[in-house]
T-cell receptor, first 112, second 113 residues
Framework: EDKVVQSPLSLVVHEGDTVTLNCSYE??????LLWYKQEKKAPTFLFML????IEKKSGRLSSILDKKELFSILNITATQTGDSAIYLC????????????FGKGTMLLVSP | NAGVTQTPKFQVLKTGQSMTLQCAQD?????MYWYRQDPGMGLRLIYY???????DKGEVPNGYNVSRLNKREFSLRLESAAPSQTSVYFC????????????FGEGSRLTVL
């Protein structure tokens, strides 16, 4: 059974802090790992990672994948209150038609 | 700019009642999905449709049925609602066969009393 574990489950930081969110996985035939941000409604796509060691970056957010150790991290620098959200990690496998298996998410609260 | 549209956004049912959640996408995507999200449980896949004319069970299909009406529309039906089906339901779509990112609708909050 495919498994995706995110940590921590929740986190409170002050505006301006840097945060690191973790996602580890145990799946057969890994294909890609995706990060989503969920504010009040629909999850919105952040990154898709397929290769180890290649950082994906968008503004203050960045993410990297380690396929040997089976994890990914999502970094947010200089956090703002608008970064408060649930961050979801999901993994896609190669076998047949592969759907996404999601972790439980990390709830981030950035206080002013 | 509609993307994925779900209706209704909120619904309250009594145990045993039936209802259908509607979903439509205007991105010409082949694949569509229904997820449910419960506190502390993340997103769990109920059913998906890899392409028009096909549907398959996901992780938690019991108590649900789906119909891929055409390429645009994918509905989720609760035949006899139970309190355990109280949840937020998300429809999503993606371009290709098990590839690429999912685009989500804004969710439907269902309460079963």
């Amino acid at each position: 059974e495919d498994k995706v574990v995110q940590s921590p489950l929740s986190l409170v930081v002050h505006e301006g802090d840097t945060v690191t969110l973790n996602c580890s996985y145990e799946v057969t035939n890994f294909r890609s790992l995706l990060w989503y941000k969920q504010e009040k409604k629909a999850p919105t796509f952040l990154f898709m990672l397929t290769s180890s060691g290649i950082e994906k970056k968008s503004g203050r957010l960045s993410s990297i994948l380690d396929k040997k150790e089976l994890f990914s991290i999502l970094n947010i620098t200089a956090t703002q209150t608008g970064d408060s959200a649930i961050y979801l990690c999901a993994v896609r496998t190669k076998s047949g038609y592969s759907t996404l298996t999601f972790g439980k998410g990390t709830m981030l609260l950035v206080s002013p | 700019n509609a993307g994925v549209t779900q209706t209704p956004k909120f619904q309250v049912l009594k145990t045993g009642q039936s209802m259908t959640l509607q979903c439509a996408q205007d991105m010409n995507h082949n694949s569509m999905y229904w997820y449910r999200q419960d506190p502390g449980m993340g997103l769990r896949l109920i059913y998906y449709s890899a392409s028009e004319g096909t549907t398959d069970k996901g992780e938690v299909p019991n108590g649900y049925n789906v119909s891929r009406l055409n390429k645009r529309e994918f509905s989720l039906r609760l035949e006899s609602a139970a309190p355990s089906q109280t949840s937020v339901y998300f429809c999503a779509s993606s371009e290709g066969r098990g590839a690429g990112e999912l685009f989500f609708g804004e969710g439907s909050r269902l309460t079963v009393l």
